[in-house]
């Protein structure tokens, strides 16, 4: 066994997935995949913050319905976000009447829920999870970066942060998708500090994991129908797919990144979506469906998280980055 | 099995622990049991958030020594604290070459992280893990509340942030004390709106869990020699035994808090110690080291958890709490 990934003998299944994006995200290509589009920033609350709780809730809520189960049979809800405390997700779990346990690597968390909820089926000790995480644009600019009322002019490189959420159960059995193993990553940090220029600062800590987990399982890009990563970019993916390769593997052919996939990538967006639902939104609608239907058989699928905060930036810090990879199974 | 509690057959072992602490801390009656003390506030840092993170760096490194092992050996690193985007343990992180795996759940993100690196031990998928936590007066108070440099007087249901982080080594064997079940807290929420009474506020979701436990586990505080509270300090202490006795549970002779133990009450610390460093300080110190002489037999360690944000504060929120309890045996 490697030092890195975790295999999981009785391969949890993922039976149900539900997602939730907004206006930007329900307007482009990619939207008509989106179980619920919303066409109003604020979902109907006074503030983007109660918005962005509401679309997790939201999503949280009908994952359960779309899985044919009740509240009752949810043994956890394992969720993060991207807030200060991650109010979104705690202030969601508020709603169900279900175990909570909080988690944070910011981007990186949807996979991240995704090992940890795997574990704790696999070993036996929850049948049925929820993870589940999600963003905002509106709440994320103003956290990480301006005020929106300053109307300040974004760089090329800038990434969207998606305006969804994305919802899992994953249970102990059925024919569905199965997470196979999980390899957690390391903090990789190499020195990158513009907080507008997450695709660069991410793209090592995504090859770093990404090569612990073809080491550690013994396989190369070829053996996978997709190499799927969370919210690099269009330039974090060119950078990481040439880092893969210094290191010996060609995933040119078989990789996509959700924050590509996510907009009608113009001049607005730059790099494209990024955000902890990107690959919440991406993975539970349009990939978790060609894994059902078997047009997927065998993917990797890695988000990757920047652990920035403004704090951090402003005390003179670098950005250090995270990225936790699942196998999944058709 | 009940609903809420999981339990570990292969009864996972805290191998080592190690605390440190700052000068308040290191003054009280309590300093003795502590392993590292430290007089100066910010640590030889520039600022305080640096402090802190190097708090907790400082007890990963030295946990894993005392364990008499080496990095190499350490299979993840779970980790989260009170700061923003939980910089404190993802820097942290970013000093070791382990998996890292970011958890929050405020003040009860200690017996969280003995929850989760318990079942991905007790699972065979890993076989040593490190659990770490801190928290920092200075950053806390300018982080939850106001600036230091206000000098706001402090209301008298107030409690202190402690400086002070602790790790433990979570290991699959050896003539250790033994982690025996978790159960998972649900988000409780009774309405209360004061940021500065956090120990009124936790008191509910700490009764709620202890009383899933006790039902699941179909024992009775009688049954342990300890259940020790995070930081619910005097107030929430006399609330939480309170609102347990209206569930039919007497613990009145049992219960210990980490935050009545760690300072010698006086006017200043009022309700006692708070922060997610707290429970870890106290637990890795005095209470393990009893627990190791066997002096202590069976506990419940249940660390607490205030899920608020200032955002959510000022947008007029309540504060959703959630508790996490182990029982653990020598």
New interface residues.
């Given amino acids: 066994m490697g ?2 990934t ?2 999981f003998s009785n391969k949890p299944r993922i039976i149900s997935t539900f997602t939730i994006a907004g206006p930007k995200e329900s307007e482009s290509n990619f939207g008509k995949h989106i179980h619920k589009l919303i066409y109003d920033d604020r979902f109907g609350e006074d ?1 983007f ?2 918005a962005e709780c509401k679309m997790l809730s939201y999503a949280i809520e009908n994952v359960i319905k779309s899985a044919n189960i009740s509240r009752d049979d949810i ?2 809800l394992v969720s ?1 976000d991207l ?5 979104s997700a ?2 969601a ?2 709603d ?11 981007c990186s968390t949807f996979s ?1 829920g995704f ?2 909820s795997a ?2 089926v ?5 049948k049925k999870i929820v993870t589940a995480t999600g963003s905002h644009f509106a709440t994320a600019e103003r956290q990480y970066r301006y005020p929106l009322e300053l109307g300040c002019t974004r760089p090329p490189q800038a990434q969207w942060t998606v305006t969804g959420a994305g919802a899992c159960v994953i249970a102990d059995s059925g024919d569905y998708p199965k997470i196979v193993s999980a ?5 990789v ?1 190499f020195g990158i500090t513009d907080a507008n220029n997450m695709g660069a600062a991410m793209a090592p800590a995504a090859c770093d994991t990404l090569a612990c987990l073809f080491k550690d399982t013994n396989t190369k890009p070829s053996d996978y129908d997709l190499i799927l990563t969370g919210d690099l970019g269009a330039l974090g993916s060119r950078l990481v797919k040439e880092l893969v390769k210094e290191k010996g593997y060609d995933m040119d052919n078989v990789h996509a990144d959700c924050g590509e996939m996510i907009y009608n990538i113009e001049e607005e967006k730059y790099q494209g979506g990024s955000g902890a639902g990107c690959s919440a939104v991406v993975f539970g609608s349009y990939i978790y469906d060609k894994l059902k239907k078997k047009e997927l058989n065998k993917i990797i699928f890695m988000a990757t998280g920047a ?6 930036t402003q ?1 003179g ?1 670098s950005i ?1 980055c ?1 990225a936790h990879a699942v196998v999944l199974e058709s």
Avoid: C
């Fill in positions: 030092k890195h975790i295999y503030t913050e109660k043994d956890a993060g807030l200060n405390q991650i109010i705690s202030f779990a508020r169900f009447d279900i175990p909570y346990i909080g988690i944070y690597n910011a991240e090992a940890i574990s704790l696999d070993g036996g000790y929850m390899t957690f990553g390391k903090v940090d652990l920035l905060s403004p704090v951090s005390q810090e250090p995270v």
